[in-house]
C-alpha cells in the first residue's frame, strides 16, 4: 500500500533471527532485502542495514534504531510495541533483561522514524487499551542501573553521602548501597567509603571498576597484557558473542579462554578489521601500561582465573552434586549454565557474566574454571577451619565438623570432636519442638 523501506522494531537478537527466517521463507518476500540491525552485530552488517539501496530493505531492529542511527528511505514503521530493558537487581548483584511494553515517549519516537524525508506510516500491533495503559517514559537509567561506576567516582571527589548533593533524579539507596559494598570488596574503599590506594589507580582506568581492578593487581608486563585483554572482552561480551558460539562445543574449561585465543589467533592472521572497536579499546588501555609493543601472552587456565578473582572475588560457584550444569554461588543462590557456556562439569567456577533468568537460577552465559588452590590463596583470612555442632536431619543426631568455607561453599570439612555442652543445648531445642514423643520412651 505504500512505498519506502520497512523498519520493525523487535525486542531482541533472537525474535529479529527468528522473523528473519520466516520472513525468507515467504513467497512474496522474494524480492525484498531482509537485514537485522542490533548492538552485537559488527559494525559493517550494521552500515547496511542503514545505507540506501535500490532495492526494498526490511530492517528488523532493536531500539538501537530508536534514536541512536539514523536510517535514510524509511517510509513504514511496524512497532512490536515491546523491549528488552537491562535492569540491575541489587539484591542479587546481577542485571537481568526482561522484555516488556514500551513507553508512550518511545512509541512515539518509534513512529516517528517513518517517513522522516517523505510521507510515511506507522503500525503499531497493539490495541488502543494498551496504547492507553503505557507509561509515559521509562524510568531514568541511573534508577535502575548497576551504580558501581558512580559510586567510585563519588569517592574520587571525597563525598561520603550522595544524598549531599542535589540530582534531578537521586540514585536509590539500596543500588549505592550494594555498590559501595562491591567496591570495600575490592579494596577501593575503606570503611568509611574513602578512597583507598588500590582505589586511586583504579579510578583513572576506563572500565568498569571490577575491570579496574584486575588491571590493577597485573605486576609483570606479561600479565597487564593478559589482563587488557580479558577487559576489552568482558567490558563488551556482546563483540565476541560469534566467537563463543563457535567454541561452545568444546566443553572448555574458560569460555573467556576460548573466545582470547580465538581472537589472538585473528590478530595473528592479520585479521585486524573483523572487530576494530575491541582493537582501539585494547590499544587504549595498552597505552595506559605503557605497553607499546607487541607482547605474547599466556592464555593458561591458572593464569586467567589468577586474574579473574581479582575482579569477581563474589562470583565463585561450585557444582551442585549429582548435576552437570547447576551451580550455587558462595551467597547461597543457584545459577546454571546458558546454552552459551562451555563450562560443563567443571566443579569451581567464576561466573563472568552472570544474569538473572525467569525462574530463581541465574543464568552463567560466560565463566572460567578454578582450582581449589587458587581460592585459597585469593582468600587467605575468609578461608580458616571453624567449628561448626549442628542437628543432622537425615541421622537425627547432633554432629560436630570443622571446615573452610567460602560464604555457603565447603572447601574442606572433617569430623571433630564433640562439643558436648553445645549438643545438649541442640538437642534440647529438638525435643522442645517435637515433643517427649522423640524420645521413644
Known sequence: EHEGDVLVFLPGARAIQRCSAYLQQQEWARNLRILPLYGALPFEQQQEAMRKERQRKVILATNIAETS????????????????????????????????????????????????????????????NVQHSLIPHQAAEILRSDLTP????????????????????????????????LLTRLGALDTERRLTSVGRKMVSLPVHPRLARMLVAARTLEEQTLACHLAVILEHPHLFRRAQRSTSHAMSGSDIQDVLESWLKQMDSRDRGSNPQALRDLRALLQQFD????????????????????????????????????????NGSGAVLSARSALEGQEWVVALELEQGTS?????????????????????????????????????????????RLGTLILQQERSALDKALALRIILQQIRARGLEVLQW
Open 69 to 128: 542511527l539514523t536510517i535514510d528511505g524509511v517510509g513504514i514503521v511496524v512497532d512490536s510495541g515491546l523491549e528488552r530493558l537491562l535492569l540491575f537487581d541489587a539484591g542479587r548483584g546481577m542485571n537481568h533483561l526482561p522484555t516488556r511494553r514500551i513507553s508512550l515517549a518511545s512509541a512515539t519516537q518509534r513512529a516517528g522514524r517513518a517517513g522522516r524525508q517523505g510521507p510515511g506510516h506507522c503500525y503499531r500491533l497493539w490495541s488502543e
Open 291 to 330: 605497553i607499546r609493543t607487541w607482547v605474547r601472552i599466556n592464555t593458561d587456565l591458572r593464569s586467567i582465573g589468577e586474574l579473574l578473582l581479582f575482579a569477581y572475588p563474589d562470583r565463585v560457584a561450585r557444582l551442585r552434586p549429582g548435576t552437570r550444569r547447576e551451580y550455587v554461588l558462595r
Open 360 to 404: 530463581a537460577q541465574a543464568l552463567i552465559h560466560m565463566g572460567s574454571a578454578l582450582e581449589p588452590e587458587q581460592l585459597e590463596r585469593a582468600f587467605p583470612e575468609e578461608l580458616e577451619w571453624q567449628h561448626e555442632t549442628c542437628w543432622d536431619e537425615g541421622r537425627q543426631r547432633v554432629q560436630t565438623h570443622r571446615c573452610r
Open 150 to 181: 558512580l559510586a567510585l567516582e563519588l569517592a574520587c571527589w571525597g563525598v561520603q553521602d550522595a544524598t549531599a548533593l542535589e540530582w534531578i533524579d537521586p540514585p536509590p539507596s539500596a543500588l549505592l548501597d550494594t555498590a559501595y559494598a
